[in-house]
């Protein structure tokens, strides 16, 4: 009952409250202690640290609120951005930022089950958390069949349940994605200290980033 009461209290009061703060103040980040910078800056260290070219490619932000990495991606790395939220608010920012964007007021899950979309880069910053482990599962095993080879899922954020940070919804157990990796082939995977990389520990000093890369066709 209370894990149930945390995510509805974070998924429908905060982040309609930060999207609203985010309209007035023009800080392009839906978490109260990160910024505008703070993205962007994340998402450059990701697609040099991958090497990723995503010039004329197709990035998927799910969970993109006001599309500040999408925007960013946009303008630096030339991409196609595709972005899903569920908040009204979000999506309309998203649209005035990229006028040439796709962007869908949607369920995550449901959004992966339907669309036909190819993708080089997926972004999952913040957001898998508010699934249960189970979902995760899935979520990860639907954006496996959406990558193109060489594409890469980023999952930013990640705190495990042996964290001292309790506000997390549905954090993961140590070894998840170990064990992803191991029960398919499909998986290259490269985790680290975004307190190392991204000089963000904000949260938990000991958050990590999760980068899958795709290797085979599925």
């Not at 009952?1 to 974070?10: A, D, P, Y």
């Not at 070219?53 to 599309?67: A, E, F, M, Q, W």
Request: aromatic share 10%; charged share 25%.
């Amino acid at each position: 009952m209370f894990t149930r009461i945390k995510n509805f209290l974070h998924i429908t009061v905060l982040m309609n409250l930060y999207s609203l703060r985010n309209l007035l103040t023009g800080n392009g980040a839906v978490w109260l202690k990160l910024d505008t910078s703070d993205l962007e800056n994340m998402a450059q260290e990701t697609v040099e640290r991958k090497s990723l070219k995503l010039d004329g490619k197709n990035v998927l932000d799910l969970g993109c609120g006001t599309g500040t990495m999408l925007s960013y991606l946009h303008r630096k790395e030339h991409c196609i951005p595709h972005g899903v939220d569920l908040i009204r608010l979000n999506i309309h920012q998203c649209r005035k930022k990229m006028k040439d964007g796709h962007f869908s007021r949607q369920d995550i899950i449901e959004y992966l089950s339907k669309t036909k979309e190819k993708f080089d880069l997926v972004i999952l910053y913040g957001v898998i958390g508010c699934f249960t482990v189970e979902d995760q599962e899935i979520i990860i095993g639907r954006i496996a069949k959406l990558l193109n080879v060489g594409g890469v899922l980023w999952i930013g954020a990640n705190i495990y349940t042996d964290s001292v940070y309790k506000f997390q919804t549905y954090p993961v157990p140590r070894g998840f994605y170990e064990k992803i990796c191991t029960d398919s082939s499909l998986w290259e995977l490269d985790e680290f200290s975004e307190l190392e990389v991204f000089g963000n520990g904000k949260y938990d000093q000991e958050q990590t980033t999760v980068l899958l890369t795709k290797k085979i066709i599925v």
